[in-house]
């Protein structure tokens, strides 16, 4: 079975601060996602990998970076938080010829 | 722009009772479409998917999506569904295989035991 873990399931941060949110894959899968999940707007895409230190935007980068330098993890950084970032944070991740995205928990990410 | 629209965000129904949750999509070219369900603290997971070939589709649980291409429509049916499948459930649009995921606000289903 196909495990992604994510660092942390809750996290509570103050506005400036800078946030990590790290996610690990262990089926060696060449793509890896970030999105965030808020209530009556689904999922949106952050970023995207599609391999090792290589970054595609998705619908909302503003305010994200992200971080792959091993192919089984993959990072996700606040520079500095704000209250607008508070959501449900979810990665997932694909590859070896299946298009099935695989989900980690989530972290909730409160900001103050 | 490609999008996915579900039609209801919340649906509250009766065990046994039949279930229909609408997916319409945007797009001309190739797709790829999905159900994902999300049970209560559980993580996101698939329920089934069309790729090519026979329209209706079945996945887990008793469930099943008929893709109708003239409609742009992938609709989730159960013929009698269960207190367990109370869930969030997203409908997903993938086009010309790659990889990236466009997704339906989801639809919130409770049954009542």
């Known amino acids: 079975d196909v495990k992604v873990t994510q660092s942390s399931r809750y996290l509570v941060k103050r506005t400036g601060e800078k946030v990590f949110l790290e996610c690990v894959q262990d089926?060696?899968?060449?793509?890896m996602f970030w999105y965030r999940q808020d209530p009556g707007l689904g999922l949106r895409l952050i970023y995207f990998?599609?391999?090792?230190?290589?970054?595609e935007k998705g619908d909302i980068p503003e305010g994200y970076s992200v971080s792959r330098e091993k192919k089984e993890r993959f990072s996700l950084i606040l520079e500095s938080a704000s209250t607008n970032q508070t959501s449900m944070y979810l990665c997932?991740?694909?590859?070896?010829?299946?298009?099935?995205?695989?989900f980690g928990p989530g972290t909730r990410l409160t900001v103050l | 722009a490609q999008s996915v629209s579900q039609h209801n965000h919340h649906v509250i129904l009766s065990e046994a009772a039949s279930l229909e949750l609408g997916c319409n999509y945007s797009?001309?070219?190739?797709?790829?479409l999905f159900w994902y369900v999300q049970y209560p603290g559980q993580h996101l997971q698939l329920l089934l998917k069309?790729?090519?070939?026979d329209p209706l589709v079945k996945g887990i649980k008793g469930f099943e999506a008929e893709f109708i291409k003239s409609k742009f429509s992938f609709n989730l049916r159960k013929p009698s569904v269960q207190w367990s499948d109370t869930a969030e459930y997203f409908c997903?649009?993938?086009?010309?295989?790659?990889?990236?995921?466009?997704w339906g606000a989801g639809t919130k289903l409770i049954i009542k035991p």
């Open positions: 997932a991740s694909t590859g070896g010829g299946t298009d099935t995205q695989y």
């Open positions: 797009y001309g070219g190739t797709v790829n």
């Open positions: 997903a649009l993938e086009e010309d295989s790659n990889y990236q995921l466009i």
């Open positions: 990998s599609y391999d090792v230190k290589m970054k």
């Open positions: 069309y790729f090519s070939g």
């Open positions: 089926m060696d899968h060449e793509n």
